[in-house]
């Protein structure tokens, strides 16, 4: 039954995106877009992983464009103030929105009530990055390796705490979803800001941590990394196992990618698609990325709008089966 609730509010979100597309003038044909600034909102603080990528592509991208390239940062809420207001933005071609997996996929599973829909509100332009988390433990912990501490966990289940950045983040459910693959229980601990903190001080035994944070404390030795969420080990990482080794078919990587207002015309979509992704080839660009501890995507529209839909599968069953919920 919900499997068929969603699909028709797809189509509905669909139709209802494609008939306000048509009525749009065609600015692009026109030539007259863009002719002002391009705005970016940001869901997050200034320095977080997001925003450092999305000012790492908007220089480029304003150059390419010919319009400055704005950002717009609008934390908070777990990233649902800024996606309500990038839903509720004109779709006039001068909006982008800079967003992750845990806000388009994650929460929409997770709350009982959102100011915005990720298919009847956003129009997907393309997927930027892949963002790996990164098991962490403190370097007195006693795991040396994944393997160890599921056996530990084996062997008393309940024993092992794990903290995250709050119930439904991105670190919470990877981890459910690995508790769920490996037959363990690790009681989750959430916290209201980011558990890294006491998992340096050895107060916390571990937790996930997105890369562009982990990587940098895990080679000065202030944290000891376990394994990698992504299908194969990273380069930033390469002596940490992916958790897929030890857990075949385990794929917990985060993501950053645009999308648009839903009404935002076909053919300015497009050329967002098209700039962005020749961004995203440029080698420094790359580099830069690659640095972070992300793994540089630049998808088709179509690739973006089927990782969307799967995504918000795959949380919505790890989420169901776990009892993930926050009432909004």
């Not at 705005?39 to 999305?54: E, M, N, Q, R």
């Not at 990698?228 to 940490?240: C, E, F, G, Y």
Request: hydrophobic share 45%; glycine share 8%; no cysteine.
């Amino acid at each position: 039954m919900q499997e068929q609730r969603f699909s028709r509010r797809t189509v509905l979100a669909q139709l209802a995106a494609a008939s306000a597309a048509m009525a749009a003038p065609p600015l692009l044909a026109q030539g007259k877009w863009p002719d002002r600034p391009i705005k970016v909102i940001v869901p997050f603080a200034a320095g977080v992983s997001p925003d450092v990528v999305t000012r790492i592509i908007s220089e480029p991208l304003a150059r390419a464009l010919g319009q400055p390239v704005v950002i717009d940062n609008r934390a908070g809420a777990a990233g649902i103030i800024g996606a309500e207001i990038a839903a509720k933005s004109p779709g006039d071609g001068y909006t982008l929105f800079m967003t992750v997996n845990s806000i388009m996929g994650i929460n929409p599973n997770v709350y009982t009530k959102l100011p915005y829909d990720t298919f009847r509100d956003f129009t997907p332009v393309t997927q930027v990055a892949l963002v790996p988390y990164v098991l962490v433990t403190g370097p007195n912990q006693p795991d040396a390796t994944l393997k160890d501490l599921i056996a530990r966990a084996k062997a008393k289940p309940g024993s092992v705490d794990y903290g995250s950045l709050g119930i439904g983040s991105g670190p919470h459910v990877v981890m459910e979803m690995m508790n769920n693959m490996a037959s363990i229980q690790m009681v989750h601990v959430p916290y209201k800001g980011s558990p890294l903190a006491d998992v340096m001080a050895g107060q916390m035994p571990l937790a996930f941590e997105p890369a562009t944070t982990a990587i940098p404390l895990v080679k000065s030795g202030k944290l000891r990394a376990l394994a990698i969420t992504s299908k194969k080990r990273s380069a930033a990482l390469p002596d940490v196992p992916a958790v897929a080794e030890l857990l075949p078919g385990y794929d917990g990587d985060g993501w950053q990618g645009f999308y648009v207002p839903a009404a935002t015309p076909k053919d300015i979509v497009a050329r967002f698609n098209t700039e962005i992704v020749k961004v995203l080839k440029q080698p420094d660009v790359q580099r830069r990325l690659i640095d972070l501890g992300l793994q540089p995507v630049g998808s088709t529209i179509d690739e973006f709008a089927k990782v969307s839909r799967d995504e918000y599968a795959k949380w919505g069953k790890i989420a169901k089966s776990n009892n993930i919920r926050i009432d909004s």
